[in-house]
């Protein structure tokens, strides 16, 4: 498929990632923010360079999409857990269109692949960004996005969405190996992100001695669950090389308030069903250990419960 310049992006769930998309495809494509909800047009955006720039992003309700020109990409920005809800409201409007599904862990990517009747590319992103209220949005700090079909199949879709958002100042690139990249944000997101809501420490934290033994004993499951699932560390070997990674990450985000603690800050559910439960899944199917995820998980959902 050969997309021009204006071509149109629907971005669904206008939160802190999905309004930092609109934002940097606003000047070239045309992007409209599809709220579930009545949501102001005047946005806002806070660059990672502080500068604010204010635009005006069209705003639909998932029906009114009904009888418009399909879209060339809807973007899927909710949460995890309202994923597939979200796209079940746009099959009666926009069935054939690419999905793009932004969300982190890897529970509603591989669903979505089987049942979405047009074509699904998955992102996985490092850009940082969080709300201030519904008008106003910040894109904290720069990453790089990596964009593929769970399967191999699209790659010229994912090229073209990678150059589009390439072109629009957000890093990207088209991969052929993205469900790996899944994985290894997810065992990065399992270590870090359940450690630092429960104890609502910043990431920096985590290096710390006092949870030498907890983040040891996550890696330690994580490890042989992955290397099960063909999955090995981005670099080293095994435990170790997951372990050099995990702190690698808590150095590079030491001042980050990790997503699930600022879900957990905000009175929100956390993601923990995409990030632990595929873990989960794949340690009881290859009949792994796994007493430290599934601990993780109770204790997140108790906490959610408070
Ligand atoms: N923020 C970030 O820096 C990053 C986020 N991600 C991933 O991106 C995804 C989105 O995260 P983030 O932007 O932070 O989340 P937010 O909570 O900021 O945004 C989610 C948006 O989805 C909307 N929404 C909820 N339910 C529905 C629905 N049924 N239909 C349509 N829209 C709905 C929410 O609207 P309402 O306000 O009405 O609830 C909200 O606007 C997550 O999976 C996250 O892991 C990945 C990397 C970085
Ligand atoms: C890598 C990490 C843990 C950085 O904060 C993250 O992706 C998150 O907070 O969800």
């Known amino acids: ?180 990249r899944l994985w290894h944000k997810l065992a990065v997101n399992a270590a870090i992100n359940p450690l630092a809501a429960l104890y609502e420490v910043p990431n920096g934290a985590l290096a710390e001695p006092r949870f030498d033994a907890e983040l040891a004993a996550v890696v330690e499951e994580i490890a042989p669950i992955l290397a099960a699932n063909g999955i090995a560390p981005p670099s080293g070997q095994g435990a170790s090389g997951w372990r050099q990674r995990v702190m690698q990450v808590i150095q590079a985000t030491a001042n980050n308030r990790a997503s699930m603690l600022q879900d957990i800050d905000a009175g929100r559910p956390t993601e923990r069903k995409a990030i632990l439960a595929p873990l989960i899944e794949r340690a009881e199917h290859h009949h792994l250990p796994c007493a430290t995820l599934c601990s993780l998980h109770a204790r997140l959902a108790a906490k959610e419960a408070r």
């Open 1 to 180: 498929m050969k997309l021009d310049a204006r071509a149109s992006h629907i971005v669904v769930g206008p939160g802190a990632l999905g309004r930092t998309l609109a934002h940097a495809l606003a000047d070239r494509c045309a992007v409209t923010l599809l709220a579930r909800r009545p949501f102001p047009t005047r946005q806002t955006l806070i660059t990672p360079e502080g500068e604010s720039i204010t635009r005006v992003l069209p705003v639909l309700r998932p029906e009114e999409l009904a009888g418009r020109d399909a879209p060339a990409f809807c973007h899927l920005t909710t949460k995890a857990f309202v994923a597939e809800r979200a796209a079940a409201a746009l099959l009666g409007t926009v069935p054939g269109t690419p999905l793009v599904l932004w969300q982190n862990g890897f529970g509603v990517q591989p669903r979505l692949t089987a049942r979405w009747p047009g074509p699904v590319l998955c992102a996985s992103t490092t850009e940082g960004a969080y709300v201030i209220d519904d008008a106003t949005a910040v894109h904290a700090g720069r990453g790089e996005s990596v964009i593929g079909h769970l399967h191999g199949r699209y790659t010229g879709l994912a090229r073209t969405l990678a150059a589009t958002l390439q072109n629009a100042g957000l890093k990207a690139a088209a991969v052929d190996d993205i469900a790996t």
